[in-house]
């Protein structure tokens, strides 16, 4: 192969490295996965249960209100399409994003950095100080069963150990709520992109085609030359 093939062809794999990065950039969503029991936000790298309220749909609970211990133990015990390692969603701290900050604790309205909230205000459209089942976001119908009540976080509230931070799907709120409250609805995530296709996503399959038709286009001026 001659200087100018080889300087050829590394422009078509310069313009498909390009185009792969914009691809995933514009693919950025949620994405059905486990046949559409759980849901892949590709923004933090996390999987959500496509059942908001499993708990209770599954037979765990009678209505899915559990205290801080037992939401706990049941999301990790959860085995969803033979994937395991279920947790409760993390609280960012501090979150620069919270419109309450004080002595490095970030709470109140529009905090994005949590999962929950980035849940809440950037993939399904909600509102400061209106229930997540008032928006209008498509999104919104992935999922079932979606309390417009308080969900426990995984994470402590590091002023007082008797706490854990809690997110309201009723306003957008984050605030500590005593771990022994039993009046509290749990949702589960997991880290990473759990039940990914082996079949490559579609903007994935047309940037495999571009790449192929720009060496068939190499190919095709070296065999004039």
């Known amino acids: 192969m001659n200087k100018k093939s080889v300087a050829s062809l590394s422009e078509v794999l310069c313009v498909g490295v390009f185009l792969f990065g914009f691809v995933s950039t514009v693919n950025a969503a949620l994405i059905s996965r486990l046949g559409g029991l759980a849901y892949y936000d590709t923004d933090l790298n996390i999987t959500w249960l496509a059942d908001a309220n499993y708990a209770k749909t599954s037979g765990h609970d009678a209505d899915g209100l559990m205290n801080w211990a037992d939401a706990n133990t049941w999301a990790s015990s959860l085995n969803i399409g033979g994937v395991t390692g279920w947790r409760l969603p993390t609280t960012l701290q501090p979150d620069s994003s919270c419109d309450g900050q004080s002595g490095g604790v970030s709470s109140g309205f529009n905090c994005t950095g949590s999962e929950m909230g980035h849940l809440f205000y950037t993939e399904l459209g909600g509102t400061a100080g209106s229930s997540i ?65 082996s079949v490559p996503e579609p903007g994935t399959v047309a940037l495999m085609g571009l790449g192929l038709m720009g060496l068939l286009g190499l190919g095709r001026r070296q065999r004039r030359r």
Do not use: C, M
């Not at 999104?139 to 931070?165: M, R």
């Not at 306003?171 to 997991?190: E, I, P, T």
């Open 133 to 197: 089942l008032a928006s209008g976001d498509p999104d919104l119908a992935l999922f079932s069963n979606i309390q417009s009540n308080p969900y426990w976080s995984g994470t402590e509230y590091a002023p007082d150990p008797s706490d854990a931070w809690v997110f309201f799907f009723n306003n957008g709120n984050q605030r500590a709520g005593l771990k022994d409250s039993g009046n509290l609805f749990a949702w589960a995530v997991h880290s990473g992109d759990v039940g990914a296709s």
